[in-house]
Nanobody, 122 residues
Framework: QVQLVESGGGLVQAGGSLRLSCAAT????????MGWFRQAPGKAREFVAS?????????HYRDSLKGRFAISRDNATKTIYLQMNNLEPEDTAVYYC??????????????WGQGTQVTVSL
């Protein structure tokens, strides 16, 4: 069984930054893709970013977030991070960690965290 635990959400003013973390437990992640999705109120869940876990440091981003968001990983602790800079009110959403043994876009992986709320105020 795979468990994903997110942390790092909160309230921030527009223009500010937050870093989300997702720690994976339960099995080896040597060949897992991990990433982030988000869901704003009244909207569908959408892909944010993903990163491969197998030593080839491939990352992918939602086009509109390139340059503001950065995904990274720590293999030793099986943790991924999402650094979010210059946040906008439109970034307000619940952010979910996601994982699977295949790429997470366009179809999300099987494993989800519980979500962490990010709220960006004016």
């Amino acid at each position: 069984q795979v468990q994903l635990v997110e942390s790092g959400g909160g309230l921030v003013q527009a223009g500010g930054s937050l870093r989300l973390s997702c720690a994976a437990t339960g099995r080896t992640f040597n060949n897992y893709f991990m990433g982030w999705f988000r869901q704003a109120p009244g909207k569908a869940r959408e892909f944010v970013a993903s990163i491969a876990w197998n030593g080839v440091n491939r990352s992918h981003y939602r086009d509109s977030l390139k340059g503001r968001f950065a995904i990274s990983r720590d293999n030793a602790t099986k943790t991924i991070y999402l650094q979010m800079n210059n946040l906008e009110p439109e970034d307000t959403a619940v952010y979910y960690c996601n994982a699977d043994q295949r790429p997470l876009h366009p179809r999300a992986g099987r494993y989800w965290g519980q979500g962490t709320q990010v709220t960006v105020s004016l």
